[in-house]
């Protein structure tokens, strides 16, 4: 399962991101960083102000969860004027330096045309890096794109791999999308797919 090299994809139209959206993904990273985390325990609670001054000289210094708390606040407008280049721009930085969330949130954007031009292929490059990190919204999507053909050649057995590991993590309707891609597979295919999701293992980005 090859990746593209994702590159930077211009600006069309506004990001469709409500204040709950943004929330629940910074909660998310926050939730992954220690408890002595200032800036992302204030963005938890509401405390806008307080998160920027915290988050921004860090995300200076290239701190990828600033990066990414910031270019969410950005994007929603939340205790910042909503600034959609620099929104992307955060986004992208942290993508690059591996962080899970920066890369599924940028490759959501992509998939959807949320304030870049649509790109199906860079969409994949981006779930995959995520994905092959144990990410199962990744997973979700990246297999998605697998049954749809869209940004990679149609490969059902692909996305059953991925509806699988998604599966295994809980993910919702990862159970109903695997067994949607079960039908269109052979016997043969089918148990080479789950010999491959079976003896799959995340991979860390160094």
Known sequence: MEEASPRPAPRRRALALG????????????????????GLEAFRR????????????????GDAQAE????????????????????????QKAAEAGLITAQYYLGTW??????????????????????????????????LLYLWGRGVPRDWLKAHVWFSLAEDQGYPGAQKNRMNAARL?????????ERIAGRWEPRKEQ
Not at 23 to 37: E, G, I, Q, W
Not at 46 to 61: F, I, M, S, V
């Open 185 to 193: 597979l052979t016997a043969d295919e089918l148990a080479l797919a």
């Open 19 to 38: 204040a709950a959206a943004v929330m629940m993904a910074v909660t998310a990273t926050a939730r992954a960083t220690t408890p002595s985390d200032a």
């Open 68 to 91: 990414f708390a910031l270019g969410m606040m950005y994007a929603g407008g939340l205790g910042v004027k909503r600034d959609y280049e620099r929104a992307l721009s955060l986004m």
């Open 110 to 143: 992509l998939e959807q045309g949320q304030g870049v031009t649509r790109d199906h292929a860079q969409a994949v490059a981006w779930y995959t890096r995520a994905a092959n990190q144990g990410y199962a919204p990744a997973q979700m999507a990246l297999g």
């Open 46 to 61: 509401g405390d806008y102000a307080a998160a920027r001054a915290q988050l921004a000289p860090r995300a200076e210094k």
